[in-house]
């Protein structure tokens, strides 16, 4: 991360401050997202389906100290958010829906609380994606830094299928919900950005991530989804499709995450149990979405992206 710290020495000690008021974030309302555990294994599962074209992007974009490997700074946005210079990304990693609406809209819904468009995490995911797609045109907009693009897209998509963060307005995406996971505080937005990765592991991994990861891609690969990743990848207009992964997300989130839940509940196997593969589904078509994203936007037959021209969309993403 050290390449990271844009300021020298006032940067470091500014961001143990910062990693200290992180910990105490946790306790106020609006944390992180996927936790790292999520957001590493989204990103895992798309590096591996990257092909040639966007896997060297990839590796060209990173920087040298984490040896090609995305999924070391797929938490970097959470880590860099409250600092001073990114407290604009903060309105990134969410959206707030009406309360019980059970819906996305756009137009109603993706805005930062002061009411600006297109600051929540589906108009950041355009957004990224679109500044990605002008990297191999050569047209890459010198305002933009390609490195922060492609992690910014790369944890946001992980956020977007995180169901709690398509949440309700008034408890914060479940943040404001206290309650008991098993035997310890917690609350119900951290109940699905990591208490039940944590108690998946705990329980049947031996805490080791790696075998939960070879799990979800064994599923991918030749497995229970392996006959609808086709179809999760797909995508003729990005912008309807952003729409639709958060759309599954608040639905997700109202009939799994918020329903039969009160403050002060204590939540245990019969909550774990029906959501753990939720979860687990979640964090795979993250990760097939992110590598579908990329592959597309990386790829030197693609074009720019439709806000940008107006040519014919089906020719070149049809299904294969
Ligand atoms: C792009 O951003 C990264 C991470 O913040 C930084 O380390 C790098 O120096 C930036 N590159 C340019 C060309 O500004
Ligand atoms: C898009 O990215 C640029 C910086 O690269 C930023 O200034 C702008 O606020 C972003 N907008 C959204 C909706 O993410
Ligand atoms: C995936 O596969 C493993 C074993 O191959 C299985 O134990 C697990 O429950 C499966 N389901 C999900 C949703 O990951």
Same mark, same amino acid.
């Given at each position: 991360?050290?390449?990271?710290?844009?300021?020298?020495?006032?940067?470091?000690?500014?961001?143990?401050?910062?990693?200290?008021?992180?910990?105490?974030?946790?306790?106020?309302?609006?944390?992180?997202?996927?936790?790292?555990?999520?957001?590493?294994?989204?990103?895992?599962?798309?590096?591996?389906?990257?092909?040639?074209?966007?896997?060297?992007?990839?590796?060209?974009?990173?920087?040298?100290?984490?040896?090609?490997?995305?999924?070391?700074?797929?938490?970097?946005?959470?880590?860099?958010?409250?600092?001073?210079?990114?407290?604009?990304?903060?309105?990134?990693?969410?959206?707030?829906?009406?309360?019980?609406?059970?819906?996305? *809209?756009?137009?109603?819904?993706?805005?930062?609380?002061?009411?600006?468009?297109?600051?929540?995490?589906?108009?950041?995911?355009?957004?990224?994606?679109?500044?990605?797609?002008?990297?191999? *045109?050569?047209?890459?907009?010198?305002?933009?830094?390609?490195?922060?693009?492609?992690?910014?897209?790369? =944890?946001?998509?992980?956020?977007? =299928?995180?169901?709690?963060?398509?949440?309700?307005?008034?408890?914060?995406?479940?943040?404001?919900?206290?309650?008991?996971?098993?035997?310890?505080?917690?609350?119900?937005?951290?109940?699905?950005?990591? *208490?039940?990765?944590?108690?998946?592991?705990?329980?049947?991994?031996?805490?080791?991530?790696?075998?939960?990861?070879?799990?979800?891609?064994?599923?991918?690969?030749?497995?229970?989804?392996?006959?609808?990743?086709?179809?999760?990848?797909?995508?003729?207009?990005?912008?309807?499709?952003?729409?639709?992964?958060?759309?599954?997300?608040?639905?997700?989130?109202?009939?799994?995450?918020?329903?039969?839940?009160?403050?002060?509940?204590?939540?245990?196997?019969?909550?774990?149990?029906?959501?753990?593969?939720?979860?687990?589904?979640?964090?795979?078509?993250?990760?097939?979405?992110?590598?579908?994203?990329?592959?597309?936007?990386?790829?030197?037959?693609?074009?720019?992206?439709?806000?940008?021209?107006?040519?014919?969309?089906?020719?070149?993403?049809?299904?294969?």
């Amino acid at each position: 991360m050290d390449s990271y710290r844009g300021f020298g020495r006032f940067a470091n000690y500014f961001s143990e401050f910062v990693l200290l008021l992180a910990f105490v974030c946790i306790l106020v309302p609006r944390a992180q997202g996927w936790s790292k555990e999520g957001h590493t294994m989204t990103c895992r599962i798309a590096q591996a389906l990257l092909e040639p074209e966007a896997a060297e992007a990839v590796k060209n974009l990173l920087p040298h100290d984490v040896n090609g490997d995305l999924s070391a700074l797929c938490v970097w946005p959470d880590q860099i958010r409250h600092w001073y210079r990114y407290r604009w990304t903060s309105p990134l990693h969410f959206i707030d829906t009406p309360d019980n609406a059970c819906n996305f *809209e756009y137009s109603r819904d993706c805005h930062d609380e002061h009411g600006s468009k297109d600051m929540c995490v589906a108009g950041a995911v355009q957004n990224f994606t679109s500044q990605l797609s002008h990297y191999t *045109e050569g047209t890459s907009d010198r305002r933009y830094n390609m490195t922060e693009a492609l992690l910014f897209l790369s =944890h946001f998509i992980g956020d977007l =299928h995180q169901p709690m963060h398509i949440g309700f307005t008034t408890d914060r995406g479940g943040n404001t919900i206290d309650l008991r996971w098993y035997r310890h505080k917690s609350n119900l937005h951290h109940v699905w950005d990591r *208490e039940i990765l944590l108690q998946a592991l705990h329980d049947y991994y031996d805490k080791d991530m790696e075998l939960l990861l070879q799990d979800i891609q064994g599923n991918i690969t030749d497995g229970v989804w392996s006959d609808d990743v086709t179809s999760w990848g797909h995508c003729d207009d990005i912008s309807s499709c952003i729409n639709k992964y958060a759309t599954e997300s608040i639905n997700i989130a109202c009939k799994w995450g918020y329903k039969g839940v009160e403050s002060g509940d204590t939540l245990t196997e019969d909550y774990f149990l029906p959501r753990l593969p939720i979860v687990e589904k979640r964090i795979a078509q993250g990760g097939v979405r992110l590598a579908a994203i990329l592959n597309r936007a990386f790829s030197s037959e693609s074009e720019a992206q439709p806000a940008d021209h107006h040519k014919n969309k089906r020719a070149s993403h049809s299904p294969t």
